[in-house]
C-alpha cells in the first residue's frame, strides 16, 4: 500500500530492499531466518534493519486501519467531503489524523454544544467575521428566555464557548501549540510537603525543572514514579505569551469589539480546553520517548547478558549461600544433569565449618570437579572466601550473579525438570547451569527478573515484551542450539519452531532416541517444509550423519559445498579440516540466480571454522579478598568489579559488598561519553575507583578513569585556582587586543 516508498526514504535503504522483505515476513520468514540466509533478497540487511522494516510497516498500517475507521464515522454523521477525505487520507501520523478527527468525535455534552442547542452558532459565526458593529445590539437578538438565554451577557458568553471549542479542535492551532510544547515546554518537580523523609531517593527531583526536549529517559521515568507514589507534584510548564498570539494570528484579523470576543475565546480555549488536552498529550508523548529509550537499553543489556561467555561443559559444584539455613550444594555433570545435593553450613559455627569442609573436599574429589560456582547474594562473599581458604587443586571457583534465580526455581519450567526437589536445590541447579552456559539457562526465566532493566516496570510492558522476545530469538539463533540435548525452553525460541513444536522435538528426542541428522527433523509431528527451512540451519547436530549437520550451513546449500568439495577432489568432511582445499575453492563460480557472494562468503566462514560459538571466551574472576561490605570500602580504593547493569546514566558495578556501586556517565572514561555502552558491556570486569559512599543511602560512587588523567585535570584545577587573577588579567588582555 505505498509503504515501501516512505520506509525506503526513512531509513535510507531502497524500495526494492523493502518490498522483498515485507514479502518474506508477510510470508511467516523471521528476522533471524532472513537475515541470515536470504542476504541476495534483502541485499543484506542486517537484522536491526530488517526489524525495522517490521515495525514500521506495523505502524502504517495501523495508521491505515484507523483512517478508515475516520473515513466511517465522518461518513455515517453525513459530513464526509471530498476534501475532508482527502485530508484524512494525507495525514501522515497518528497525531495529525486525530486532529483531523477531533470536530467530527462523537462526544458529551459540552459548554459550546449546550450554547449550540440553544441556537447560538449564528451569534458565535458572526463574531468570527469581526465586523464592525454593536456586538451588545447583535447580541440582543439572540437573548431568549425560553431558550435559556436570559441577557446579553449569556448569548456572548454562549457564543465564545462555541467559538472556544472550535479554537480548541483547529488541527493547525494544535500543531502549532503542540510544536510550542514539545520545543519550548519544562519539566517542573516538586516534592509533596511533609513527605521529604520518605521521598529521600527523589531528592535530586525535589526542587526540579528541566527541557522537555532535552530530559534523559531515566529521569523521565523517574519524575513520573515519584509522582505516581504521590512523593512528588510534576507539571509541565509553557510560556503562555508565545502559545495565545500564535492562535490570535490564526484568528484574529480586526481590531473591533467582536475580535475582542473573540480574543476572550482565545484564552478560555487555551486555559479550560486546548492546555490539558496538549499536556496530557505531552505527557503521553514523552513517556512514549523515554519508554522506548529505556527498552532499547533494557534489550541492549539483556543480549550482553545472555551472550556472556559460557564456562562451557565441566563437572561443575554449584553453592546457593545462605547463613542461618547453610548453603545448599549441587553436583552437575558436563551435561548439566543433577549428580547429588547437600546443604552444608559452613557460617554456623566450628561444628558446621568443619563438617563443610569435609563434604566440599569429598564432592570434588568423588565427581573430579573442574569449577565452583558460587551465587552472589547473601552469605555469597563468605562462602567464596570459605572455598578458596580450601586451596583445591586445578578447581575454577567463580561468583555468580543469581539474578533470577529464585523465581526459576518456583516456576512450573523449574517443577517439570525437578518435580522431586524443592526450591532450593532448583536454585543452585540454575547458579551452576548459568555458569556453564548463561543463554541455555537464563532463556527459562523472565528477562524482566534477571536484573538488567531501568525502570522496567513503568515502561509499556507490551512494548517491553516484544522488544525482549525480539532479542531473546536474535541471541538464541545468533549462537544456535545443539539439537540432541537442547531445552524445550530454548527450542522454542529457534526460528520456525515456538513452545508446541519444541515439545515435540523433545517429545520425539525422548522415543526414538538422539537425531542423526537434521533431515530427521521431518520425521516430527506437525513439523512441516516450512518450519524446516526456517529452523533447520540453527540446529547443531554434533557427529550427524553429514558433516555439516554440526554447521551454520542450511541444508538447502549441503549440494552446493559438496560441490566445491568435488571440484578441489575431496569430501566435504576434508573440506572442513583441511584450510589449503578450502582456498583452492573460487567462490565466483558458484555465483547463480539463487545465491550469491553474500551467501557463499558466509558459508566459506563457516566452513573454516564449523559451528562455532560467536561468544567470547570465558575469563575466571575473583573479587578483593576483605572487602565483603560497604563497611570495608574507603574512598579511593581500586577494586575489580563486574558490570551489571547499564543505564542512559552509567553503569553498575558488583565490587563484592552486596551494593552495586555506580559509575556514572562522567565517570566512565576519560573522555566524553554519550552512550555507556559505548564503553561497558554488562559481565564485563572492570577495574574501578571508589570515589563516594553514602551508608545512610547505601550508595557507592565509582570512577573508571585512569589515575594518570585525574592527576592531570586536577593539577590544572589547583593551578587555576591559585592563579584566578592573572589567568583573568590575560584574558581580559586577550580580548582587548582583538578590538584594537
Not at 22 to 27: F, M, P
Given at each position: 500500500?505505498?509503504?515501501?516508498?516512505?520506509?525506503?526514504?526513512?531509513?535510507?535503504?531502497?524500495?526494492?530492499?523493502?518490498?522483498?522483505?515485507?514479502?518474506?515476513?508477510?510470508?511467516?520468514?523471521?528476522?533471524?531466518?532472513?537475515?541470515?540466509?536470504?542476504?541476495?533478497?534483502?541485499?543484506?540487511?542486517?537484522?536491526?534493519?530488517?526489524?525495522?522494516?517490521?515495525?514500521?510497516?506495523?505502524?502504517?498500517?495501523?495508521?491505515?486501519?484507523?483512517?478508515?475507521?475516520?473515513?466511517?464515522?465522518?461518513?455515517?454523521?453525513?459530513?464526509?467531503?471530498?476534501?475532508?477525505?482527502?485530508?484524512?487520507?494525507?495525514?501522515?501520523?497518528?497525531?495529525?489524523?486525530?486532529?483531523?478527527?477531533?470536530?467530527?468525535?462523537?462526544?458529551?455534552?459540552?459548554?459550546?454544544?449546550?450554547?449550540?442547542?440553544?441556537?447560538?452558532?449564528?451569534?458565535?459565526?458572526?463574531?468570527?467575521?469581526?465586523?464592525?458593529?454593536?456586538?451588545d445590539?447583535?447580541?440582543?437578538?439572540?437573548?431568549?428566555?425560553?431558550?435559556?438565554?436570559?441577557?446579553?451577557e449569556?448569548?456572548?458568553?454562549?457564543?465564545r464557548?462555541?467559538?472556544?471549542?472550535?479554537?480548541?479542535?483547529?488541527?493547525?492551532?494544535?500543531?502549532?501549540t503542540?510544536?510550542?510544547?514539545?520545543?519550548?515546554?519544562?519539566?517542573?518537580?516538586?516534592?509533596?510537603?511533609?513527605?521529604?523523609?520518605?521521598?529521600?531517593?527523589?531528592?535530586?527531583?525535589?526542587?526540579?525543572?528541566?527541557?522537555?526536549?532535552?530530559?534523559?529517559?531515566?529521569?523521565?521515568?523517574?519524575?513520573?514514579?515519584?509522582?505516581?507514589?504521590?512523593?512528588?507534584?510534576?507539571?509541565?510548564?509553557?510560556?503562555?505569551?508565545?502559545?495565545?498570539?500564535?492562535?490570535?494570528?490564526?484568528?484574529?484579523?480586526?481590531?473591533?469589539?467582536?475580535a475582542?470576543?473573540?480574543k476572550?475565546?482565545?484564552?478560555?480555549?487555551?486555559?479550560?480546553?486546548?492546555?490539558?488536552?496538549?499536556?496530557?498529550?505531552?505527557?503521553?508523548?514523552?513517556?512514549?520517548r523515554?519508554?522506548?529509550e529505556?527498552?532499547?537499553?533494557?534489550?541492549?543489556?539483556?543480549?550482553?547478558?545472555?551472550?556472556?561467555?559460557?564456562?562451557?561443559?565441566?563437572?561443575?559444584?554449584?553453592?546457593?549461600?545462605?547463613?542461618?539455613?547453610?548453603?545448599?550444594?549441587?553436583?552437575?555433570?558436563?551435561?548439566?544433569?543433577l549428580?547429588?545435593?547437600?546443604?552444608?553450613?559452613?557460617?554456623?559455627?566450628?561444628?558446621?565449618?568443619?563438617?563443610?569442609?569435609?563434604?566440599?573436599?569429598?564432592?570434588?574429589?568423588?565427581?573430579?570437579?573442574?569449577?565452583?560456582?558460587?551465587?552472589?547474594?547473601t552469605?555469597?562473599?563468605?562462602?567464596?572466601?570459605?572455598?578458596?581458604?580450601?586451596?583445591?587443586?586445578?578447581?575454577?571457583?567463580?561468583?555468580?550473579?543469581?539474578?533470577?534465580?529464585?523465581?526459576?526455581?518456583?516456576?512450573?519450567?523449574?517443577?517439570?525438570?525437578?518435580?522431586?526437589?524443592?526450591?532450593?536445590?532448583?536454585?543452585?541447579?540454575?547458579?551452576?547451569?548459568?555458569?556453564?552456559?548463561?543463554?541455555?539457562?537464563?532463556?527459562?526465566?523472565?528477562?524482566?527478573s534477571?536484573?538488567?532493566?531501568?525502570?522496567?516496570?513503568?515502561?509499556?510492558?507490551?512494548?517491553?515484551?516484544?522488544?525482549?522476545?525480539?532479542?531473546?530469538?536474535?541471541?538464541?539463533?545468533?549462537?544456535?542450539?545443539?539439537?540432541?540435548?537442547?531445552?524445550?525452553?530454548?527450542?522454542?525460541?529457534?526460528?520456525?519452531?515456538?513452545?508446541?513444536?519444541?515439545?515435540?522435538?523433545?517429545?520425539?528426542?525422548?522415543t526414538?532416541?538422539?537425531?542423526?541428522?537434521?533431515?530427521?527433523?521431518?520425521?516430527?509431528?506437525?513439523?512441516?517444509?516450512?518450519?524446516?527451512?526456517?529452523?533447520?540451519?540453527?540446529l547443531?547436530?554434533?557427529?550427524?550423519?553429514?558433516?555439516?549437520?554440526?554447521?551454520?550451513?542450511?541444508?538447502?546449500?549441503?549440494?552446493?559445498?559438496?560441490q566445491?568439495?568435488?571440484?578441489?577432489?575431496?569430501?566435504?568432511?576434508?573440506?572442513?579440516?583441511?584450510?589449503?582445499?578450502?582456498?583452492?575453492?573460487?567462490?565466483?563460480?558458484?555465483?547463480?540466480?539463487?545465491?550469491?557472494?553474500?551467501?557463499?562468503?558466509?558459508?566459506?566462514?563457516?566452513?573454516?571454522?564449523?559451528?562455532?560459538?560467536?561468544?567470547?571466551?570465558?575469563?575466571?574472576?575473583?573479587?578483593t579478598?576483605?572487602?565483603?561490605?560497604?563497611?570495608?570500602?574507603?574512598?579511593?580504593?581500586?577494586?575489580?568489579?563486574?558490570?551489571?547493569?547499564?543505564?542512559?546514566?552509567?553503569?553498575?558495578?558488583?565490587?563484592?559488598?552486596?551494593q552495586?556501586?555506580?559509575?556514572?556517565?562522567?565517570?566512565?572514561?576519560?573522555?566524553?561519553?554519550?552512550?555507556?555502552?559505548?564503553?561497558?558491556?554488562?559481565?564485563?570486569?572492570?577495574?574501578?575507583?571508589?570515589?563516594?559512599?553514602?551508608?545512610?543511602?547505601?550508595?557507592?560512587?565509582?570512577?573508571?578513569?585512569?589515575?594518570?588523567?585525574?592527576?592531570?585535570?586536577?593539577?590544572?584545577?589547583?593551578?587555576?585556582?591559585?592563579?584566578?587573577?592573572?589567568?583573568?588579567?590575560?584574558?581580559?588582555?586577550?580580548?582587548?587586543?582583538?578590538?584594537?
Open positions: 500500500m505505498g509503504y515501501e516508498i516512505t520506509i525506503s526514504k526513512e531509513l535510507d535503504i531502497t524500495s526494492r530492499q523493502v518490498a522483498t522483505t515485507l514479502e518474506l515476513l508477510d510470508e511467516g520468514a523471521t528476522i533471524p531466518f532472513i537475515s541470515r540466509y536470504r542476504k541476495e533478497l534483502t541485499g543484506s540487511l542486517d537484522e536491526v534493519q530488517i526489524t525495522a522494516i517490521r515495525d514500521r510497516a506495523q505502524q502504517l498500517r495501523d495508521l491505515d486501519k484507523r483512517k478508515e475507521a475516520v473515513l466511517k464515522s465522518i461518513s455515517d454523521q453525513g459530513k464526509l467531503t471530498a476534501a475532508l477525505e482527502e485530508q484524512v487520507k494525507g495525514a501522515e501520523t497518528m497525531a495529525m489524523l486525530e486532529d483531523i478527527y477531533l470536530p467530527y468525535k462523537p462526544k458529551r455534552r459540552t459548554r459550546a454544544s449546550i450554547a449550540r442547542e440553544k441556537g447560538l452558532q449564528p451569534l458565535a459565526d458572526r463574531l468570527l467575521d469581526q465586523e464592525k458593529e454593536d456586538i445590539e447583535l447580541a440582543k437578538a439572540y437573548v431568549d428566555a425560553e431558550q435559556g438565554v436570559n441577557n446579553i449569556e448569548a456572548l458568553a454562549g457564543a464557548d462555541i467559538i472556544a471549542e472550535q479554537v480548541a479542535e483547529d488541527a493547525e492551532v494544535r500543531a502549532r503542540r510544536k510550542i510544547f514539545l520545543e519550548q515546554g519544562t519539566f517542573v518537580s516538586r516534592v509533596v510537603p511533609g513527605k521529604e523523609e520518605a521521598a529521600l531517593k527523589y531528592k535530586d527531583y525535589f526542587e526540579w525543572s528541566e527541557s522537555l526536549k532535552d530530559a534523559p529517559s531515566h529521569r523521565v521515568l523517574a519524575m513520573r514514579r515519584g509522582e505516581k507514589e504521590e512523593m512528588l507534584y510534576l507539571d509541565i510548564a509553557v510560556d503562555e505569551e508565545r502559545i495565545i498570539p500564535s492562535i490570535e494570528k490564526v484568528y484574529v484579523n480586526a481590531v473591533n469589539d467582536a475582542g470576543q473573540v476572550l475565546a482565545i484564552q478560555d480555549s487555551y486555559k479550560r480546553l486546548l492546555k490539558p488536552s496538549m499536556e496530557t498529550e505531552v505527557r503521553v508523548l514523552t513517556r512514549q523515554a519508554d522506548e529505556a527498552i532499547r537499553v533494557f534489550a541492549d543489556n539483556v543480549r550482553q547478558l545472555l551472550l556472556a561467555a559460557p564456562l562451557g561443559q565441566k563437572r561443575l559444584l554449584a553453592i546457593d549461600p545462605g547463613f542461618r539455613t547453610g548453603c545448599k550444594t549441587v553436583v552437575l555433570d558436563a551435561q548439566g544433569t549428580l547429588e545435593n547437600t546443604a552444608i553450613f559452613p557460617h554456623t559455627g566450628a561444628g558446621g565449618l568443619a563438617e563443610a569442609e569435609k563434604t566440599v573436599r569429598r564432592l570434588v574429589e568423588k565427581y573430579q570437579v573442574e569449577a565452583i560456582a558460587i551465587g552472589n547474594g552469605a555469597g562473599r563468605e562462602t567464596e572466601e570459605f572455598v578458596r581458604k580450601l586451596n583445591l587443586d586445578n578447581t575454577t571457583i567463580v561468583m555468580v550473579n543469581e539474578s533470577g534465580a529464585s523465581i526459576y526455581s518456583a516456576s512450573e519450567v523449574a517443577r517439570e525438570e525437578f518435580p522431586d526437589y524443592d526450591v532450593t536445590v532448583r536454585g543452585a541447579v540454575s547458579i551452576g547451569r548459568r555458569l556453564m552456559d548463561p543463554l541455555a539457562e537464563l532463556v527459562k526465566i523472565d528477562p524482566k534477571i536484573g538488567v532493566g531501568q525502570y522496567q516496570h513503568d515502561v509499556d510492558q507490551h512494548k517491553l515484551q516484544a522488544a525482549l522476545d525480539d532479542t531473546v530469538v536474535s541471541c538464541v539463533n545468533a549462537v544456535g542450539v545443539e539439537l540432541n540435548t537442547a531445552s524445550k525452553q530454548i527450542l522454542s525460541y529457534i526460528s520456525g519452531l515456538g513452545p508446541s513444536l519444541a515439545q515435540q522435538i523433545v517429545n520425539y528426542r525422548t526414538n532416541g538422539p537425531f542423526k541428522s537434521r533431515k530427521e527433523l521431518k520425521k516430527v509431528p506437525r513439523l512441516g517444509d516450512k518450519a524446516f527451512e526456517q529452523a533447520a540451519g540453527f547443531r547436530i554434533r557427529h550427524g550423519e553429514h558433516p555439516l549437520d554440526a554447521s551454520a550451513v542450511h541444508p538447502e546449500r549441503y549440494a552446493l559445498v559438496e566445491m568439495a568435488k571440484d578441489v577432489q575431496a569430501n566435504v568432511a576434508e573440506l572442513l579440516t583441511n584450510e589449503q582445499l578450502r582456498k583452492q575453492i573460487d567462490l565466483k563460480r558458484y555465483v547463480s540466480e539463487q545465491v550469491g557472494l553474500p551467501t557463499l562468503n558466509d558459508i566459506l566462514a563457516e566452513l573454516s571454522k564449523p559451528g562455532r560459538d560467536p561468544r567470547e571466551q570465558f575469563e575466571a574472576f575473583s573479587f579478598e576483605g572487602i565483603n561490605h560497604i563497611s570495608d570500602l574507603r574512598v579511593g580504593m581500586k577494586l575489580p568489579g563486574i558490570v551489571t547493569n547499564i543505564t542512559n546514566f552509567g553503569a553498575f558495578v558488583d565490587i563484592g559488598v552486596h552495586d556501586g555506580l559509575v556514572h556517565l562522567s565517570q566512565l572514561a576519560n573522555r566524553y561519553v554519550a552512550d555507556p555502552h559505548e564503553v561497558v558491556k554488562v559481565q564485563q570486569q572492570v577495574l574501578v575507583t571508589v570515589t563516594e559512599i553514602d551508608e545512610r543511602r547505601n550508595r557507592i560512587g565509582l570512577s573508571m578513569k585512569t589515575e594518570e588523567k585525574r592527576s592531570i585535570v586536577k593539577k590544572e584545577r589547583e593551578r587555576r585556582s591559585q592563579q584566578p587573577e592573572t589567568d583573568m588579567a590575560s584574558k581580559l588582555a586577550a580580548l582587548a587586543s582583538k578590538f584594537k
